[in-house]
């Protein structure tokens, strides 16, 4: 392992934090801490994750899109972010894509993703 890698691998195991396993396709629900004056509240996001950025490093990233009021509308949280309270995978998802970028051109049947029932977790 380089050096970069390995002070990479030092900084997330600081943070502390337990990443559930997911990827694009997979339905999540994100808890994220807002700040509203001085209370501190923690707000749910749940919709499909279409993009991870940066694998599980200390820049990783993922995209969270959800229909709003018949809008869609997308999000995109730091994965190592102390404002992230929790990540809970709600539905596994069966793509073959690693960025579900179409998605936002698609409404309604054409836009689901199918579930996935074999699901096996990552050997670590």
Same mark, same amino acid.
């Given at each position: 392992?380089?050096l970069i890698a390995q002070l990479e691998a030092e900084? *997330?195991?600081?943070?502390?934090?337990?990443?559930?396993?997911? #990827?694009? /396709? !997979?339905?999540?629900?994100?808890?994220?801490? $807002?700040?509203?004056?001085?209370?501190?509240? *923690?707000?749910?996001?749940?919709?499909?994750?279409?993009?991870? #950025?940066? /694998? !599980?490093?200390?820049?990783?990233?993922?995209? $969270?899109?959800?229909?709003s009021f018949g809008e869609g509308v997308e999000r995109?949280?730091?994965?190592?972010?102390?404002?992230?309270?929790?990540?809970?995978v709600i539905r596994r998802g069966r793509v073959r894509?690693?960025?579900?970028?179409?998605?936002?051109?698609?409404?309604?049947?054409?836009?689901?993703?199918?579930?996935?029932?074999?699901?096996?977790?990552?050997?670590?």
């Amino acid at each position: 392992m380089d050096l970069i890698a390995q002070l990479e691998a030092e900084q *997330v195991a600081a943070l502390g934090k337990d990443i559930p396993d997911f #990827k694009a /396709g !997979d339905t999540v629900r994100v808890g994220y801490k $807002v700040t509203e004056g001085s209370r501190t509240r *923690v707000q749910n996001y749940e919709g499909v994750c279409i993009s991870r #950025k940066n /694998g !599980d490093g200390i820049a990783g990233s993922f995209t $969270v899109r959800k229909i709003s009021f018949g809008e869609g509308v997308e999000r995109v949280f730091p994965l190592h972010s102390t404002n992230i309270d929790a990540i809970t995978v709600i539905r596994r998802g069966r793509v073959r894509r690693s960025k579900l970028y179409y998605l936002r051109s698609r409404r309604g049947k054409s836009a689901r993703i199918a579930e996935d029932t074999n699901y096996k977790p990552k050997q670590a």
